[in-house]
């Protein structure tokens, strides 16, 4: 059956948005954590604050090899010393310096350390001149900016960098340029590669995070820089009203970014044109530039952040790929209980109340390590924070922090487990299995109805960059198992306690009645008393099982094999508890619902209903793989910042 939208665009379901905001909203309070919240405390706090008194110059002016002039906040600390130098490269305005939500300290604390801080408002954003285009520039600006900023007056000529989410883009965008004066950087919360695990995901389109994040936050702050407050306004009340929008189709026409005005955002359109992971995308990828990268790294990434993935694959592709020795020996990766922008702090959690219930255990070191770091790399001190490879993690469940020497973990055991049974037909009727024996039993498939327009509403997981937009954090499933297109499989109750910490492979043997389809994957940890959390979870496009860059049609009614990465956790599934895998097609609004068209993508609104066909018999062993960590090391609930 084929549904055609009519004139430009639609708004399609705008209703089921409203619906998971509810859904989320109910699942946290579920949770029964909410009175657990810490109250908010003043940010930043006051103390720990360095020797040096600070002089603070605004709008600096730096010019670009192609004459753009972008403007800086300079805190120099009074000293006659020759100080290093820590640069933030942001798009979220220099004045802000992502001290709120809950995150850095001010750029005048770290000065007082006596350090000279340098934050810079990006090309086309704030201050600075020239015209924004998202990754466009930072490479080239980085680079300059990097040798800038290591010649200013009081600098002994070593810089670091920091900075979260895209400023933590301009980080890597900067080293793999590999300028002479950067002499380590400090990424929070970004990726690896801005096509995969950025703007889309397996092949689809991360809608929740990136349309509210394009309208109200860098396409309203880019008009604003140019002089357009109309289009301004408009773009943050947009922003603002982004239930509205998250439905419309087509995407190739999304009406508040003005298609066909080369002066608002046509960054926005190409990333929708460019849906495969062509040569636009490759030319920013970080994955494919790891030994153009010759600095150390300290890394902060969180469990149910939109970026986790790329976090992880940059600490192991330093460590494997790194430029120098140096590089490769000095890298430490951070994986804490937070989503985008939490990060532990009291109150920052308001909507994701199961992880504000970790508690101090689970607030983020990222200022004390961040400062300890730089006075290793930058001033010399002996403070042992490097010096090889590690991951610090936080295990949930257990709130522990523990350490490891690799990612994934050296002692990992990879753990397969079969589904088998019935997970459909009504959550009463289901005995949907998890088993780490194969079925050597004949088995019927399980079947449902994918409608893009009802798709499963999102509860939690891992977008951005806020919960009332982006799905994030963990959230009782209960509502969500409800639907006839959402199946279960489920273990028995574990018999000890069981750590998984590390990425998931779903191995999917499934069948469309659709020429182009979505199969999704989520991680659930089952209470003795059927409450459920999600870990995480993962999507695949049908046409790009087998590449991200060729994507093909699939046959409608054959088997195809399909494997979809659910991003990583760490979590103590204590002993009694079960584990549990959601199949469905859908998780709106954290990505955008796959027509079933097989059309081009975001060229019109028509959607069909396809049947989706799961097996998992002797000849179609649909499997998932665990990261099962052995008993050991207990952990500890204080951060290590040494080792």
């Known amino acids: 059956m084929s549904r055609s939208g009519r004139g430009r665009g639609r708004i399609v379901r705008a209703g089921v948005v409203a619906a998971t905001a509810a859904l989320v909203a109910a699942g946290c309070g579920s949770s029964g954590n909410s009175g657990t919240q810490q109250v908010a405390a003043s940010w930043p706090p006051a103390e720990g604050r360095g020797s040096c008194a600070v002089d603070k110059q605004e709008n600096v002016p730096a010019t670009m090899r192609d004459g753009a002039v972008l403007k800086a906040d300079v805190y120099k600390p009074k000293t006659s010393d020759q100080v290093p130098v820590i640069l933030m490269r942001t798009q979220y305005g220099k004045s802000a310096a992502q001290i709120q939500p809950f995150r850095y300290q001010t750029p005048d604390w770290f000065a007082s350390h006596c350090y000279l801080v340098v934050v810079q408002d990006i090309r086309g954003q704030g201050q600075s001149g020239g015209t924004f285009s998202e990754f466009t520039n930072d490479m080239n600006d980085g680079y300059d900016s990097v040798e800038w900023a290591a010649g200013l007056p009081g600098s002994n000529g070593k810089v670091g960098m920091y900075g979260s989410s895209y400023v933590g883009a301009t980080q890597w965008l900067a080293a793999v340029g590999a300028p002479p004066h950067l002499t380590t950087i400090v990424p929070a919360n970004t990726a690896s590669d801005y096509y995969d695990g950025w703007t889309y995901e397996g092949g689809a389109y991360r809608l929740a995070f990136v349309e509210p994040w394009a309208m109200e936050t860098i396409g309203a702050s880019s008009a604003l820089n140019r002089g357009d407050t109309g289009t301004a306004k408009q773009l943050a009340a947009d922003g603002a009203n982004y239930s509205r929008w998250l439905g419309f189709r087509p995407y190739q026409q999304f009406p508040p970014m003005h298609p066909g005005d080369q002066t608002v955002a046509p960054w926005f359109y190409d990333w929708i044109n460019h ?3 062509d040569d636009y995308w490759k030319q920013w990828s970080i994955r494919d530039r790891y030994a153009n ?4 790294v300290l890394d902060f990434e969180g469990w149910y952040d939109a970026f986790l993935a790329g976090g992880t694959e940059n600490f192991a ?5 790194g430029g120098t020795p140096e590089a490769k020996t000095n890298q430490r990766l951070v994986l804490g209980p937070w989503d985008h922008v939490g990060w532990g702090r009291p109150g920052a959690n308001i909507e994701t109340p199961m992880l504000a219930a970790t508690g101090e255990a689970g607030d983020s070191p990222i200022n004390d390590l961040m400062l300890a770091w730089y006075d290793h790399f930058l001033k010399g001190q ?9 991951v610090d993690y936080f295990l949930m469940g257990a709130n522990k922090w523990k350490s490891a020497s690799a990612w994934p973990l050296p002692n990992t055991q990879w753990t397969t487990y079969y589904l088998s049974g019935n997970g459909g037909n009504g959550i009463q009727g289901r005995v949907g299995l998890l088993s780490t024996a194969a079925s050597k039993d004949p088995q019927q498939p399980d079947r449902y109805d994918y409608d893009p327009l009802n798709p499963v509403p999102s509860a939690g997981g891992h977008s951005c960059c806020g919960a009332p937009t982006g799905p994030q954090g963990p ?4 509502v969500v198992e409800q639907r006839s297109d959402v199946l279960t499989y489920t273990t028995t109750p574990m018999s000890s306690d069981t750590e998984l910490t590390g990425p998931i492979r779903m191995t ?10 979505d199969f999704t994957a989520k991680l659930v940890a089952v209470a003795p008393d059927g409450s459920t959390v999600n870990l995480n979870n993962g999507i695949i496009r049908a046409a790009f099982r087998d590449s991200l860059e060729h994507p093909s049609p699939i046959v ?13 956790t760490s979590y103590l599934v204590k002993a009694g508890y079960k584990i549990r895998v959601e199949v469905s097609s859908s998780d709106f609004p954290q990505f955008a619902p796959n027509p079933n068209t097989g059309d081009p993508f975001g060229s019109n609104a028509n959607t069909q209903v396809a049947t989706q066909t799961i097996y998992h018999d002797a000849d179609h062993p649909s499997a998932l793989v665990l990261p099962i960590i052995p008993a050991g090391d207990a952990g500890s609930s204080r951060f290590p910042l040494q080792h």
């Open 508 to 517: 999917l043997w499934a069948a469309s009645t659709a020429t182009d389809t």
């Open 275 to 277: 849906s495969t992971r």
């Open 382 to 390: 002996d403070n042992k924070v490097s010096g090889k490879p590690v």
């Open 556 to 568: 409608p009614g054959q088997p195809y094999k399909y494997s979809i990465d659910i991003w990583p």
């Open 293 to 296: 990268v010759k600095v150390p």
């Open 317 to 321: 592709g330093m460590v494997a790929n």
């Open 475 to 478: 959230v009782d499933q209960f």
